[in-house]
């Protein structure tokens, strides 16, 4: 069932409800409205004035961005991330409660106020067991995806699977104005997923291709169309990637213990974007190094600063919405993972970059009219192999592993082969009819647990009807799983892995690539910042445990909307009183 729609119409019936009550018996009965006379002489005199409002709310995401990022960077930031942490609203301990903790169940959840048990994005992918393959979390059938700039795109994705309407939706249908929303990123998933399913304008980015694109559920737009042709991401080719600090200033070692660097790329810096081969044309592999680096996210700063110039923001009475998440961030931490100088050196960039961001909406919006919400979408793991070099125990729970050894072990008792239709992240989809065989089937469904429990790395191993309800436990892993659990959509068997353990997907007998991953429901997977700044906030330091679910509900507060359905709550202490939407700085 679609909750998220059923809370909806049950919201507009009590609406419904309460209107008719509030009418003389008469003129309901009728459905005619009251006449003027028989409304208090107050009332009549009354005219209806719109609530204050900020003009514009700007959500920021920053892909893969740990908390303590903050705390160890923060000293080296003077532009826009200093001015976060500095006059907003800086909530310390804010995690994500699920497991699911990848990009696209991150970006529903700030976007909805929902976990992924609520919103049903469980993950970037899943298996989709009537079609009988992987899917991605915003692939549509019935869409077909626009290229820019004369470019051409395939596929087609929307937010249709998003099971509960985003922020952005509501702000439209609710504000009864020409509210507009736009959202950009990298990825098609943290784009779509912010923007919702009535968004004006999302457009992300093709590696592939080196395109950008929109679907035919928003269309193209001219602004985005223009801005593209008159700046293509190929126009930063041949430029290098250097030390923006000095040496003496970075944290950790020049050379970080198990990267694994885009093609073409050495361990440290420098990184040039030549592509592969450096023959002057750029390549895919070009492209990779381009989302690779902070290039990259300073193309979407501008192309943000773009969108903010094409709302007019200054010139209307209605709040639009502008979202961009900024993907860099994750790509360098897979490949450098969280201790290296790339990391440290971009999130300087980045501070510089949304500096200027904001001093591009001091002017066009005007200082005070807006309200930004920053957060990231998941943290990451440290290196494996650097855990294990400072003395800690880590390694890489293989999954591919563990779909062998569930084989062998049902081998010998008559079941389907294969008996796995998918080993996905850290869940396993078995072939049609099999998991129903095994819940029947005492001996077998041991032997299978047994033969997982024995892989390297693996903690425990949950069945789903387990994890169906969150509150059926107070194991706080249960319940991680139990908070990104989606009948229908999720697997039949869930593995968690210890700390430090990472899921891959290595093939045995061949060296891994390097680099690190998240997706676990431990802290340095789900803790990220979280900041509010500018129209309505009261700015501070605050350390109560928050999620960013929080996010959607306090915005809905600040613009005077109501959310369908959410498992955030609002941000209370950090709201000013009402009628005070002016924010002051620490």
């Known amino acids: 069932m679609n909750r998220g729609i059923e809370c909806g119409k049950y919201l507009r019936a009590v609406l419904a409800i309460a209107v008719l009550a509030s009418m003389p018996f008469g003129a309901a009965v009728r459905g005619q409205a009251p006449h003027r006379d028989a409304l208090p002489a107050a009332l009549q005199k009354t005219e209806v004035k719109a609530a204050k409002r900020p003009r514009l709310v700007v959500l920021l995401v920053v892909d893969q961005m740990r908390a303590d990022y903050v705390d160890k960077f923060a000293g080296q930031w003077h532009g826009g991330l200093k001015r976060l942490v500095e006059q907003g609203a800086w909530f310390h301990d804010a995690a994500y409660p699920y497991a699911a903790t990848e990009t696209c169940p991150g970006h529903a959840t700030i976007s909805t106020g929902a976990f992924p048990a609520t919103h049903g994005m469980v993950g970037n992918g899943w298996w989709d067991r009537d079609a009988g393959k992987m899917i991605t979390c915003t692939a549509d059938p019935k869409t077909k995806n626009l290229g820019y700039a004369g470019a051409t795109a395939s596929d087609g994705d929307s937010a249709w699977r998003m099971q509960v309407p985003a922020f952005a939706d509501e702000l439209k249908f609710q504000s009864g104005g020409p509210t507009k929303v736009v959202a950009l990123s990298l990825k098609a998933r943290a784009a779509i997923t912010m923007g919702g399913r009535t968004a004006d304008d999302v457009a992300w980015f093709e590696t592939s291709t080196g395109a950008w694109v929109t679907s035919d559920v928003y269309g193209v737009h001219p602004w985005v169309d223009e801005y593209v042709k008159s700046h293509p991401a190929k126009a930063d080719y041949g430029k290098t990637w250097t030390l923006t600090l000095p040496k003496t200033a970075y ?62 923001p200054a010139n209307g009475s209605e ?82 592993e563990v779909q062998t050894r569930i084989e062998s072990a049902l081998k010998p008792l008559n079941y389907p082969k294969p008996a796995v239709a998918k080993a996905a992240g850290d869940e396993i989809y078995f072939a049609k009819g099999v998991y129903d065989q095994l819940k029947g089937d005492p001996k077998a469904m041991a032997a299978v647990l047994d033969a997982i429990q024995n892989v390297p790395g693996v903690l425990r191993v949950y069945r789903a009807e387990e994890v169906d309800d969150p509150q059926a436990t107070e194991d706080p892993i249960r319940k991680a799983f ?93 709201l000013q009183p009402k009628g005070n939407g002016i924010s002051t700085t620490r």
């Open 251 to 312: 944290l950790y070692e020049e050379n970080a213990v198990g990267t694994g660097p885009p093609p073409g790329w050495e361990h440290t810096l420098p990184h040039p974007l030549r592509g592969k081969t450096g023959n002057g044309d750029p390549d895919k592999d070009f492209y990779t190094q381009w989302q690779t680096s902070p290039f990259a996210d300073s193309y979407l700063v501008k192309l943000g600063e773009a969108a903010v110039r094409s709302l007019h």
């Open 319 to 400: 709040t639009d919405f502008l979202a961009i998440s900024f993907s860099s961030i994750d790509h360098i931490g897979h490949a450098f993972g969280p201790r290296s100088w790339e990391i440290q050196d971009a999130l300087v960039q980045l501070d510089r970059d949304l500096g200027d961001f904001f001093s591009v909406l001091d002017k066009e919006v005007g200082r005070g009219n807006y309200v930004v919400a920053f957060s990231g979408d998941h943290g990451v793991a440290p290196i494996p192999e650097d855990v294990t070099k400072a003395g800690g125990d880590a390694g890489w729970l293989n999954m591919a």
């Open 482 to 574: 139990a908070a990104s659990y989606f009948a229908g959509r999720s697997g039949d068997l869930l593995v968690a892995p210890k700390a430090y353990w990472p899921v891959g997907y290595a093939v045995p007998g061949k060296e891994r690539a390097g680099g690190t991953t998240h997706g676990t429901p431990y802290y340095y997977d789900q803790r990220v910042p979280l900041l509010l700044m500018g129209w309505g906030i009261r700015p501070g330091s605050y350390y109560r445990a928050v999620t960013p679910a929080d996010i959607a509900p306090t915005l809905a507060e600040l613009c005077g909307i109501t959310l369908a359905t959410r498992d955030g709550q609002v941000l209370a202490e950090a």
